[in-house]
């Protein structure tokens, strides 16, 4: 019984150890909270030679393109769509967006059938108002323990073909393309949103300032 009495509090040890390093693991993965002071000269060459995917937001010729890797589920990114939308209306002809899927699977259930929506909405030409939507909408599907029903509820919102879609969504091919953007990505994406500007990539998140003056500066160039 002594041995036992002991036992207990030690087993309450490794399980709070356990429980700090799963913490630790989701917060590694899913970048951190937009920090307001972040440096904007925190920056470190990336290539991305070749990477481009056709999702793109903005005037096809503009000077500064700014790449996100995202994750669809995680509020992260979800507190950076407005912004983003907000910096194309500010620097519209001079800025375009590129969008890349890394649905972050072992945190995010959803996320990946979400890449599949925005992906299967893309087939019928409609990939950035799924994208919207599912921003958007996230917490409405993000918890659902049938998100499918709701990605299926967004085309039809849409008005996209519904048997076309789930055809899409159900297609080998198009996992095919979310799986191609993470492995493009897994060479430097630490967590979800990853920003690369003009080649750089971004190491701390900007807030709307400090992206503005960002693109200042590559305008300026």
């Known amino acids: ?21 799963g913490l630790a693991v989701y917060l590694s993965r899913e ?11 925190a920056t470190a ?9 056709g999702r793109v937001r903005g005037a096809a010729d503009a000077k500064i393109t700014l790449i996100e ?6 509020p992260t990114c979800g507190h950076y769509h407005p912004i983003l939308a907000e910096l194309l209306k500010r ?8 969008y890349h899927h890394f649905p972050l699977i072992q945190i995010h259930p959803n996320a990946m059938g979400a890449a599949l929506a925005a992906e299967s909405a893309s087939d019928q030409g409609k990939f950035w108002e799924m994208h919207d939507m599912l921003y958007e909408h996230q917490n409405d599907w993000a918890p659902s323990p049938n998100a499918e029903a709701l990605f299926l509820q967004y085309a039809l919102q849409l008005g996209l073909d519904s048997n076309q879609f789930m ?16 492995t493009r990505g897994s060479a430097f994406v630490q967590g979800t949103p990853t920003f690369i500007l003009n080649g750089d990539l971004l190491t701390d998140l900007p807030d709307l300032k400090a992206f503005s003056e960002l693109i200042e500066r590559h305008l300026a160039k």
């Open 167 to 182: 055809q899409s969504l159900k297609n080998p091919a198009t996992r095919d393309r979310v799986l191609a953007d993470v």
């Open 45 to 53: 060459a990336v290539s991305t030679s070749g990477a481009s995917t």
């Open 1 to 21: 019984m002594p041995n036992s009495s002991k036992a207990q509090p030690l087993a309450l040890i490794v399980g709070a150890i356990v429980i700090a390093g």
């Open 31 to 41: 970048s951190a909270a937009p920090n307001p002071n972040a440096g904007v000269g």
């Open 91 to 98: 620097y519209e002809g001079s800025l375009k967006l590129e």
């Open 69 to 74: 890797y995202g994750d669809y589920q995680c």
